[in-house]
C-alpha cells in the first residue's frame, strides 16, 4: 500500500509541510512486475534513467539485443501506465563497447515510436565534471527524451522559468517601445541544461554511482506535472526522482531491484518529510572559479 507522508514534530522553520493526502510507495523489485501492479494511465510522468549497459556495480553486462529488448518491455509498460496528458522522459548516455560510443537516445528513439509517442524535446544535460578520457574527446553531456502521447498535454513554463540575461532591456522602438521586452518572470531555460552531477562533493551524494541531481528532475515534475500528480521511477536508484516529486506535492513511485538502494531513498524520503535533507536549488548558478588573469 502507498505510505502516506506524514508531518513531523521538529522545529517549525525546519519542516517541509506536505498535504495530508500525499503518498509514496517505495518497493525492492523487478520493475517490470512493480509496473504491471500500477493502473493503466495513472501516472502523469514517468522519469527515469535506465542503466546504459556499462557493466556497472548495479547492472549486468549483456548483449545489446537483449538490452534493447529489455528497454521495449519496459518502455510498453510505460506507454500503458501513460495519463493521456502525461509524459515520459528517459534519460540516458552512451553505450561504449571496446572504443565505441553507441548513443542510447539514438537507439531508444525508435522503441518510443513504435508506440506513437511524439517527441516533444531532446534535452542536452551538460555538467564540467567526468572520467577523462584518452583516445576520444571527454564527454560531457547526456540527453533526455521526452515524449507525449499526443498534443495535448501539461506544460507549465512559468515554474521552471530561469533568471534573464538582461533583465532591464526595453523594446527600444515600435508601440511597446520603452516596456520590458522579456517576461518578467524569467526567461525558457532552453533544451541545454547546465545542471552539475552528482561527484563525490555533491551535496546530495549517497553510496549510487550514478545518481540523478534532485534539481534535473524537479525540473520536468514542475513542468510538466500538477500538483497532486503521480510521478513513477521504474528505475528509482536512490529516489532522487522520488524526492523532486514529493518536494513539489507530487505522489512518488518507485522500484529498484537492488536492496541497498532502496533502502537509500526511504531515508532520503524520511529526511525530507523531517526538512533535513540537503538538496542542491533547481537553479543555482553553476559556480565558476577566476583564474588570475581575471583578477588582473
Given at each position: 500500500m502507498p505510505t502516506q507522508a506524514r508531518k513531523t514534530n521538529a522545529p517549525i522553520g525546519n519542516v517541509v509541510k506536505f498535504p495530508s493526502k500525499l503518498h509514496y510507495e517505495i518497493k525492492t523489485a523487478d520493475n517490470?512486475?512493480?509496473?504491471?501492479?500500477?493502473?493503466?494511465?495513472?501516472?502523469?510522468?514517468?522519469?527515469?534513467?535506465?542503466?546504459?549497459?556499462?557493466?556497472?556495480?548495479?547492472e549486468s553486462r549483456r548483449s545489446q539485443e537483449v538490452y534493447l529488448e529489455e528497454q521495449a518491455a519496459t518502455i510498453a509498460e510505460a506507454v500503458r501506465l501513460l495519463h493521456p496528458?502525461?509524459?515520459?522522459?528517459?534519460?540516458?548516455?552512451?553505450?561504449?563497447?571496446?572504443?565505441?560510443?553507441f548513443p542510447l537516445d539514438i537507439l531508444l528513439y525508435p522503441l518510443f515510436r513504435t508506440h506513437g509517442l511524439m517527441l516533444r524535446n531532446r534535452i542536452i544535460w551538460t555538467f564540467g565534471h567526468g572520467l577523462h578520457c584518452q583516445n576520444r574527446f571527454s564527454g560531457r553531456h547526456e540527453t533526455i527524451l521526452w515524449f507525449t502521447k499526443g498534443d495535448d498535454y501539461t506544460f507549465n513554463l512559468d515554474p521552471v522559468r530561469v533568471p534573464s540575461k538582461y533583465p532591464e532591456k526595453k523594446h527600444f522602438k515600435g508601440p511597446k517601445r520603452g516596456q520590458l521586452s522579456g517576461n518578467p518572470l524569467g526567461k525558457n531555460p532552453s533544451d541545454v541544461w547546465d545542471i552539475p552531477n552528482v561527484k563525490s562533493n555533491h551535496v546530495e551524494k549517497t553510496d549510487h554511482p550514478c545518481q540523478f541531481p534532485v534539481g534535473l528532475v524537479e525540473r520536468l515534475v514542475l513542468s510538466l506535472t500538477d500538483k497532486g500528480d503521480n510521478v513513477l521511477d521504474p528505475y528509482l536508484g536512490v529516489g532522487s526522482s522520488a524526492v523532486a516529486a514529493l518536494k513539489n506535492d507530487r505522489n512518488a513511485y518507485g522500484c529498484d531491484s537492488v536492496a541497498e538502494y532502496t533502502a537509500i531513498a526511504r531515508k532520503r524520503i524520511e529526511a525530507l518529510l523531517a526538512g533535513q535533507l540537503r538538496t542542491r536549488p533547481m537553479n543555482k548558478p553553476v559556480y565558476e572559479p577566476t583564474s588570475r588573469e581575471d583578477d588582473e
Open positions: 517490470l512486475k512493480f509496473m504491471r501492479s500500477l493502473d493503466d494511465e495513472s501516472m502523469k510522468l514517468i522519469v527515469t534513467s535506465p542503466p546504459y549497459n556499462l557493466g556497472k556495480a548495479y496528458r502525461g509524459s515520459i522522459c528517459w534519460q540516458v548516455g552512451n553505450h561504449v563497447d571496446d572504443g565505441e560510443v
